[in-house]
């Protein structure tokens, strides 16, 4: 079964950290574009970072950058997201997503909440 599993979303105080995790299944995911996403209630889906392949550099949404790292790791087929240094603003439900020309997968969605 080909799905994408996301985890590691919960309630954070502002400055604190958390760690996203994507686990792929049912495909070869370093064949694909993977990414995060975050959405809130009546928003557009935004997009969080994005990794290519190991050999570029990923990029990353400006309201993000130097905070959040996104890799993967092929033995474990699983896409990361490292949050630090959380705001607020970064509340929101998180997806995963693969993509490759013709196919683009999304998991679930993983709520973070930043919140005193």
């Known amino acids: 079964q080909v799905q994408l599993v996301e985890s590691g979303g919960g309630l954070v105080q502002p400055g604190g950290s958390l760690m996203l995790s994507c686990a792929a299944s049912?495909?070869?995911?370093?064949?694909?574009?993977t990414s995060w996403y975050r959405q809130n209630p009546g928003k557009e889906r935004e997009l969080v970072a994005t990794?290519?392949?190991?050999?570029?550099?990923?990029s990353y949404a400006d309201s993000v950058k130097g905070r959040f790292t996104i890799s993967r790791d092929r033995a474990k087929k699983t896409v990361y997201l490292q949050m630090n240094s959380l705001k607020s603003e970064d509340t929101a439900v998180y997806y995963c997503?693969?993509?490759?020309?013709?196919?683009?997968?999304w998991g679930q969605g993983t709520q973070v909440t930043v919140s005193s």
């Open positions: 990794m290519i392949s190991e050999d570029i550099s990923p």
């Open positions: 049912g495909f070869t995911f370093t064949d694909y574009v």
């Open positions: 997503s693969a993509i490759r020309p013709g196919e683009r997968l």
